[in-house]
Every structure is written in structure tokens, then in C-alpha cells.
């Protein structure tokens, strides 16, 4: 597990709580896999978002991207230093780079990369602790709640 | 140089070029940064698409995610395997990475991440080679007509 529990805050774990409510919701009531994001800044939600890949018939539309265009479009600035962005399943390679081209440091996500499909991701032999080794700039804890969620990203899974 | 020319087809140099005049054009008109994209399948030209991250406020908007974005919705699927990305600049990490979720496995560039301003990618350890020996399943031909368009992404351009 790539971190504990004992690094979040309150507001990051009341925000990752709300995601993984609204992943599974949307599984049980529409059968779509269910994945949440959200963007919390100086103790506050700002956005919450879900992946919009299917809706929108667009690959770019993963939760985290569309929790970023719409925290950026909300408070009219491209930067977001020093928020956290939330994620229900591990955020892929290219939510991580936008959460760095956003100018946040900082991800705490559930269900992790080890654990999950391999869909999910497009650089199989890229982790995470790759990304950060790399000059990647930020701070991640995942494994987060992972329990509640596996079920919705494991292989198979619809 | 990751590539040449001659690995190239008319259609894609065409592409390219096209995507360059337009690159060049935005710069000298508007003092933008400059940076165009288009997806070329079939030999013919889907989209062109420019970075609008500073006018939509939006720092997911990179010139090849507007352009996934407007050919999957145009073309009403989220798969366009077997077409190819055409970028003015190396398609940074989270540019790449959904380029494999749109299921391009080709993309051309000018500008080489070697030669251009560090901010235009957020994982400097990391360079296409790395992705593309991660199991990125995709080819790859960059500097093709490079010193057309060095100058908009040198260090210190505006």
C-alpha cells in the first residue's frame, strides 16, 4: 500500500468518503463502472465530478480531468497549488500529468493500480512511485477506503 | 532525433505542415504560444485543434486533447485506432497518455522535448523512449521540420 490512512485530513477524507458514495452510486443505479473525483482546497470541496467517458464519447473525459477543467473554469485561474485532488480509483498517467500541469502537489486516491484492470492504465511499466521518482513533484497516498471500491474496477468488472 | 522524415507519409507531412502554418499564424497574430495538433485517418485530416488552456481556462486543453476530443465526438466513437497524431511539440505526458486511450498507436511531431523549454513537460526523468519501453504500444517520429518551429518553445518565449 503505497500510504496510510495517517496522512490525510478530515476534509480529504470526508471528500474521498463522498466520492466513493457517488462511484458506487452510480454503478447501482445506471451500471456504469463508477468513478469519482473531487478537488479539495484550504478544507473545502470544490468540485466533485464523474468520469464522463461514455456520456461525452470522449477517451480525454476521466473524473479527475473533468474535476480539474471545472475547478479551473469555477475560480478563473489555471493554477490550483496547494489543493489535493481526490480519486476513487488511482488517477492514469494522464490525470497525473494534468494534476501536475494544474499545479497540484498532492493525490490521495482508493483503489490502486496493483489491485485494479489493467485498462486503466497505457504505461503498464510506469507506476506511480515512477511518476514521482521522475521529478513529478507531488505527494500521493493511495489504498485509501480501497476495500469499498475494488469490486467496481476489478477485472471483468462492467 | 528520435526519427526521420522518410518514415513519414504524404497525408501525415501535410498534416504537419499544416499544423505548423497554423502554429506560426497564432503566434504572429495574437502573441499566443503557438501550438497546433490535427488526427489524420485514412489519409485525410479529421480535425485541427489549437492549445486553448489560457482561453478556456483550462489547463487540460492542450492543442492534442482539443483534438481527441473533436474527433471522437465528430467521428461518434471513443476509438480511433489506426489514425495518427500530428503535434508542432511533442505531445507532453498527459497529451500521450490519452492519445492510448483514444487508441492511436502513431504520432508525428516537430519540436523535441530536448530542445524546448521545461515547462512543457512535468515528468522531466521521463522521455517518449521511457513510455514507449513501458509497454506504450505506440510509434513514434519526432523532429520532423523542428527549426521551423523551435523559436515559439525556446526557453524564455512568450
Redesign the interface.
Same mark, same amino acid.
Given at each position: 500500500m503505497p500510504g496510510t490512512d495517517s496522512h490525510i485530513t478530515q476534509a480529504e477524507r470526508e471528500a474521498l468518503r463522498a466520492a466513493i458514495t457517488r462511484a458506487l452510486d452510480a454503478h447501482r443505479d445506471s451500471g456504469r463502472t463508477g468513478i469519482a473525483a473531487a478537488i479539495v482546497c484550504d478544507d473545502e470541496v470544490i468540485v466533485t465530478a464523474e468520469n464522463a467517458? #461514455?456520456q #461525452?464519447?470522449?477517451?480525454?473525459?476521466h473524473a479527475e480531468?473533468v474535476a480539474?477543467?471545472k475547478a479551473? %473554469?469555477q475560480l /478563473?485561474?489555471?493554477d490550483l497549488a496547494g489543493c489535493t485532488l481526490i480519486s476513487t480509483l488511482q488517477p492514469?498517467?494522464?490525470?497525473?500529468?494534468?494534476m501536475?500541469? %494544474? /499545479?497540484i502537489g498532492r493525490v490521495i486516491y482508493a483503489a490502486t493500480q496493483e489491485r485494479v484492470a489493467d485498462k486503466y492504465f497505457?504505461?503498464? /511499466?510506469?507506476g506511480i512511485r #515512477?511518476?514521482h521518482?521522475?521529478?513529478?513533484?507531488f505527494t500521493h497516498v493511495g489504498g485509501v477506503m480501497e476495500e469499498d471500491v475494488l469490486h467496481l474496477y476489478a477485472d471483468g468488472a462492467e
Open positions: 467517458v #461514455d #461525452d464519447i470522449d477517451p480525454t473525459r480531468m480539474l477543467s479551473t %473554469a /478563473g485561474r489555471k492514469c498517467e494522464m490525470c497525473l500529468a494534468a501536475r500541469f %494544474a /499545479g497505457v504505461f503498464p /511499466g510506469l #515512477d511518476f521518482a521522475a521529478g513529478g513533484r
